[in-house]
């Protein structure tokens, strides 16, 4: 009976680990999708009233201190991918953490290579966070450069959730979806951070 009770609980604390994953994706899908419909429909600033001084017509046009007519050109997808990128960031690593040392106490492992395995999960977490911190700056900042240095640090945290899922000693069902979820997040900030510094560039020229 309380095998029975204990299978029951770690039942429902999977179904409830599942119902938050679920509204997690929706949530990020949802906001996603929104990002994208402001991000391409948007309202263009107002132009300047016929009520306004000469002088304030020629600081518009100067743009020395009429801010307000300024239409950024900032990414929301991509700002919307790197917010939900670091929460799943201290999710996955939360989660791998664990799974390291169920699969220290429960499975024989060669020597060293669970160390290393660990070591390079802190290291991943360590790039990504950079990654993700430069991201988020570069894009709000429009600067061209950061999020080229984004793009190009998406490489190794890539190679390195593909060495979890083909190459570690011992790959679970749980590290495969883990690290493909990770892999998405990275494809998607690649491909939407490549239109951000296309539309920068057309800003500054």
Same mark, same amino acid.
């Given at each position: ?5 204990? $299978?029951r609980?770690?039942t429902?604390?999977?179904?409830a680990?599942?119902l938050?994953?679920c *509204?997690f994706?929706a949530?990020f ?6 990002g ?7 309202? =263009? ?8 001084s000469?002088?304030?017509? =020629?600081?518009?046009t100067?743009?020395s201190d009429?801010?307000g007519? +300024?239409?950024? &050109? ?5 700002q919307i991918?790197?917010?939900f990128?670091g929460v799943? !960031?201290?999710?996955?690593?939360a ?6 040392i169920w ?5 024989? +492992?060669?020597g060293g ?10 290291? /991943?977490?360590?790039? $990504?966070?950079?990654?993700?911190l430069?991201?988020? &700056?570069?894009n709000? #900042?429009? /600067?061209?450069?950061?999020?080229i240095?984004f ?9 390195v959730n593909?060495? +979890?899922? $083909?190459f570690? #000693?011992y790959?679970?069902?749980?590290d495969?979806?883990l690290?493909t979820v990770? !892999?998405l997040f990275?494809g998607?900030e ?8 296309? *539309?920068f560039? $057309?800003? /500054?020229?």
């Open positions: 009976k309380q095998g029975g009770c204990a $299978e609980g770690c429902v604390e999977c179904i680990c599942f938050q994953a *509204r994706l949530d899908c949802r906001l996603f999708l929104v994208f419909l402001v991000d391409f429909v948007r309202v =263009q600033p107002a132009p300047i009233s016929r009520g306004r000469i002088v304030d017509k =020629q600081r518009s100067m743009g009429n801010k007519d +300024y239409l950024s &050109k900032a990414s929301l997808p991509l991918l790197i917010f990128n799943w !960031l201290a999710i996955f690593w989660v791998c953490l664990g799974v390291f699969k220290g106490i429960e499975l024989p +492992y060669p290579r669970l160390a290393g395995e660990v070591i390079l999960l802190f290291a /991943h977490a360590l790039v $990504e966070s950079c990654r993700l430069i991201g988020s &700056k570069g709000k #900042t429009e /600067h061209k450069v950061l999020v240095l793009i190009v640090l998406s490489i190794p945290s890539a190679l593909i060495f +979890y899922i $083909e570690q #000693t790959v679970l069902r749980l495969l979806i690290n990770c !892999l990275i998607l690649i491909l939407v951070g490549i239109f951000a510094i296309v *539309r560039s $057309e800003s /500054h020229d």
